[in-house]
């Protein structure tokens, strides 16, 4: 029997405001244990929470970028559980009358376009922090992160295949970054994936019993622990084997899921509107003014990038996975029109220092190694046949190090193409006379000795003489013309 994977994913994204949604503390990451705290965020008993507005019109970015309704009327619920690091023993979340429903995000698969359903967005509060076993048998709480604002986005099961998975994930956080709203860093935890998984056999439309995994915090694991859940699922089902309702750990040293918890330790949260906030009713007027604020997002990026500069798709979907790197495209291109080039230069070399310099793990590249306007200008010197494309790549690697304009350092460094027709001449000359064996070889018909002279040539000009004249040159001496 062959079986089929229903898979829905369930995001946590962590929202840039400044401060947290019902109180004005800092969600400054990284700050030392408990200083991002007030009495609300502490759960003291007597407070009074009062909503961030960011948070809402953060909220409505994501669903107006996901093709998500915004419901004019919402409210709060408190999702009540014990844990140490949740003072109040209450989550504020919402439940029954969530913000946003209804949405979708489409996805360019191997096998075409497809579309992968959203069934809610919805906000909520961050938990805090334990700290396991510092030193002896105690825990530690910080609750920094307790009230730092959360978009819970959940998808529909219309995901079939781990790449549809990673697909979904990937175009989902770049529509958070380009909306400038989560800065999408998994190993950190602002993007945040637990994935709804089961089997059935193809054919059949039951869903067949799911389990929930969690704790996967790169691309990577959550494709690993995907296959390996689906694969479980699958020999358990073939063996005559049942499986039950659980939530189960990815394990990234052992690569296997474990069980965590099953359905019959489950949590009864006894969701109840939380008395202390006041239903959210959102105006059609701002919800237009929010639409006027959106930006150009990834897919229409994408396919502007292949119309407007003639780039091959896949040039187009690198360039604008993030938004600043399509920033970064665009400055250059619009100082030196010759997109193609500048684009591989960007995916090749570019990429390759960022990734060295892990540059590429935040929301923004803070500091790129080489401004726009220079990798601009260093292509601009090449066509205009300054240089040639291989003394740009150590013209490139100059730029790594200083900031100074790349004309200038081809004149301090002497890179400047030997475009001197004597002295290209006079290179042809002493070659030619050196290896008359092959000038009588060529001469008789055997055309690929050519290679050998030119490179030759380049040999003797130390690789400065422009090939375009060498050739020409070279060409004509040898037919006796010149
Ligand atoms: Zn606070």
Redesign the pocket.
Known sequence: MRFEPVIGLEVHAQLLTD??I????STRFGEEPNK???????GYPGVLPVLNQKVVEFAIRAALATHCKVAPYSRWARKNYFYPDLPKGYQISQYELPLCTDGYIEIDTSGGKKTIRITRIHMEEDAGKSVHEVRGDYSLVD?NR??VPLLEIVSEPDIRTTEEASLYLKNLRAILQYLQICDGNMEEGSFRCDANVSVRPVGTSALGVKTELKNMNSFKAVEKALEYEIRRQIEVLSGGGSLVQETRLWDAEREATRSMRSKEFAHDYRYFPDPDLLPMVISDDWLQEIQATLPELPEARKQRFASQYGLPVYDAELLTGRRDVADYFEAAVQIHSNPKAISNWVMGDLFRVIRERKLDEHFYIESWPIRPQHLAEMVRLIDEGKISGKMAKSLFEEMLKTDVAPEKIVQEKGLEQVSDLVSIEMAIDQILSAHSEQVTEFRSGKEKVFGFLVGQVMKATQGKANPQKVNEILRKKLAGTS
């Open positions: 401060s947290k019902f109180c004005p503390c991002n705290t007030c009495p609300v965020c502490m609750l307790a009230g």
